[in-house]
Each structure stands twice: as C-alpha cells, then as structure tokens.
C-alpha cells in the first residue's frame, strides 16, 4: 500500500477510507450488539425520520439519507414497520406514495442507541484525530458528497454495441 500511496495519493485515500469505513462500521455494530441495541442501520433509518420536517420521508428521500441499497432500505422498513418503530402514511397530496413516519417508540429507540454509537464512534474514530483533522476531513467528504449527489447516475443499462448505435443515431437522424 506505501507504493501506492507514494504514485497516487488519491488511490491511496480511496482504499483507506473504504478499509477504515468497513472497520469502523463492524466495530459500531459489534459495540451496538453487545449492548443489545439493533443494528446500526436501524439507527440510521430512526435518525434520518426523527431529523425530518414532520418527522417523516417518502421512501425515495429516505434512501437518500441511508446507506442502505433500496431493496435493504424497503426490508428495513417493513421490519421497522412490524417492530412499531415506524408507520407508514398514505400521502395526501398523491395517494399513491406513502411517507415513512417515525414513532414514539422509534424515538425512543434512537435516543437509547445513541449514548453506545456515539461512545463507540469516539473511541475509534474521533480518538485518533485532531480537531483540525477532523475538519479537513468533514470539509474534504463534504465536497465529495456534494459532487456525487449533484452529478448524473451512471446508467446501469449495457452499453449499445456500435452497430446499434450507429442504427439508433440513422434513425434519429432520418425523423
């Protein structure tokens, strides 16, 4: 990893922080368990709820406050859901789309966890940084962030062979 570090020091940032991420994360969820607390993705979900005007989301906006993939984010919530943390709320002004609303117990819940995340989130990771540290790395991650959230997505749709594209674009081209 040093070579690495020595020709491409953004390379080098991206594998560390994957690594320290999963490290953090298993260790966070370790300290959670063994306080008999749910996983930390469930403290995610409550918090993203309880920080919400009106203390709720639609699906769509709650998965972009989780690092939960949609089909985990929808199985969470349906858990959430039968463990009375949350409700979900017909929305009135489509009445197709329904809100995720956090509950009295959901609060509950997230305000229980949070003395052990916040203790676990110190020991290994604000423990080893200085303030300053710490604020290079918000406003580096910030700005990463903000990048992403406001670029396209990428299409997950295979890319048109040659051919196709070259018939797609005479095609275009002809109307």
């Known amino acids: 990893m040093g070579r690495q570090r020595d ?3 953004k390379a080098h940032a991206w594998a560390v922080l994957l690594t320290a991420h999963a490290r953090l994360v298993e260790r966070i ?3 959670l368990g ?3 607390l749910p ?3 469930w403290y995610d979900v409550l918090w993203a709820l309880e920080s919400a005007p009106g203390q709720q989301l639609r699906m769509n906006e709650l998965a972009e406050h989780v690092v939960l993939s949609r089909s985990n984010l929808t199985r969470l919530a349906d858990r959430l859901e039968e463990a009375g943390l949350i409700e979900r709320a017909v929305a009135a002004e489509d009445r197709r789309g329904a809100y995720c609303v956090i509950t009295a117990a959901g609060r509950a819940l997230r305000k229980r966890m949070w003395p052990t995340y916040q203790a676990a989130v110190e ?3 604000g423990a080893h ?3 300053r540290e710490a604020e290079l790395i918000g406003d580096a991650l ?3 962030a903000r990048a992403v959230r406001e670029s396209p997505r990428e299409s997950s749709a295979p890319a048109a062979k040659p051919a ?3 018939k797609a674009a005479a095609t275009t081209a002809s109307r």
Do not use: C
Request: aromatic content about 8%.
């Open 7 to 9: 020709t491409d020091p």
């Open 29 to 31: 969820e370790a300290a």
């Open 34 to 36: 063994a306080a008999g």
């Open 39 to 41: 996983a930390l993705g």
């Open 123 to 125: 020991r290994y990771f």
């Open 129 to 131: 940084l200085s303030e």
């Open 142 to 144: 910030t700005r990463v």
């Open 164 to 166: 196709a594209r070259r």
